[in-house]
């Protein structure tokens, strides 16, 4: 206290400054909390209402004197009736086959076309780089029309394997661009190195690039896996068959029966199927961050 005083006598002005940088550091501090406590109650409230609701009774969810937000009776029948329903596993199991295949076609298409486009500068390289971005920006309900008329001619409606064919016209533009971006920010003197060397371009590649790209291939491939795990209007368009149906419509499409829904198991299953990309996230969120830093920086 007597340092402070002092120094407050001498030195007033300066004094009073660092004060006031303080004050406002610590009121930036508080601004930043209150916003991000905010931010989570807006985007944590619907799943809690969600695990609340699979976990009542038909009865409590039916009795409107009750608070919503709040279980009296817990229970996990919604759960046990969604996963003990055969219909249900194939939902999964169509969903797992779509995203795997669409995610490693994405991959190798991404990755080449990425490096082709980084490294192997050529007329029109650039305008091309431009242009596979900007097919991302096209919104997918302007596209489903046409995709729908090619699908149909090659006999793969109510197939899932339509849905394989047409989930990379979402996926590998986005995943490219962020490639470039990565590709983009790898030292020149490694190619240059390696041509010393005699190593070839594909050499190159497996050797040198994926290895050091390896952040901007994993964001890439989270973002080919929440797109084609969570994709909602192509299947919506395309599949009609409930055996051939991925989980995202496969629920809307069987518990929702005319006027009648089956909240709970609606509920239950929303859940079940967030599950894998929310595991997804947990565990790769710091290449997910890196990966799109790097693309959006030097892209």
């Known amino acids: 206290m007597a340092e402070a005083a002092a120094a407050n006598r001498d030195f007033p002005r300066l004094y009073g400054r660092v004060g006031s940088l303080h004050r406002e550091r610590l009121w930036a501090l508080r601004l930043s909390y209150a916003s991000l406590i905010f931010a989570a109650i807006i985007f944590l409230a619907p799943p809690f209402y969600m695990l609340v609701t699979s976990i009542k009774t038909n009865a409590e969810m039916a009795d409107q004197t009750l608070n919503p937000w709040i279980v009296r009776s817990p229970t996990l029948e919604h759960y046990a ?36 486009l980084s490294r192997m500068r050529f007329w029109g390289s650039q305008t091309l780089a431009t242009g596979v971005f900007l097919t991302y920006l096209v919104p997918d309900t302007l596209l489903f029309i046409p995709l729908y008329q090619i699908v149909g001619g090659l006999g793969l409606l109510n197939s899932i394997w339509g849905l394989v064919l047409v989930y990379p016209t979402l996926t590998v533009p986005f995943c490219t661009w962020i490639m470039i971006g990565y590709f983009a920010s790898i030292p020149r003197e490694l190619d240059e190195a390696a041509l010393i060397d005699g190593a070839t371009w594909p050499q190159m590649l497996m050797k040198i690039f994926i290895p050091v790209a390896l952040p901007g291939i994993v964001a890439a491939t989270i973002f080919a896996f929440t797109v084609s795990w969570a994709a909602f209007v192509y299947p919506t368009a395309f599949i009609t068959r409930p055996d051939q149906m991925p989980l995202t419509i496969g629920i809307v499409s069987q518990l929702v029966r005319g006027d009648t829904f089956a909240w709970g198991q609606i509920m239950a299953g929303a859940l079940i199927a967030a599950l894998p990309p929310v595991v997804v996230y947990v565990f790769l969120m710091d290449y997910y961050i890196a990966g799109l830093t790097a693309g959006a920086t030097k892209g």
């Open 81 to 116: 009736a969604i996963i003990g329903n055969p219909v249900f596993l194939t939902f999964f199991k169509n969903s797992i086959i779509v995203t795997v295949v669409v995610v490693t076609v994405t991959m190798v298409i991404s990755v080449l076309a990425a490096f082709a």
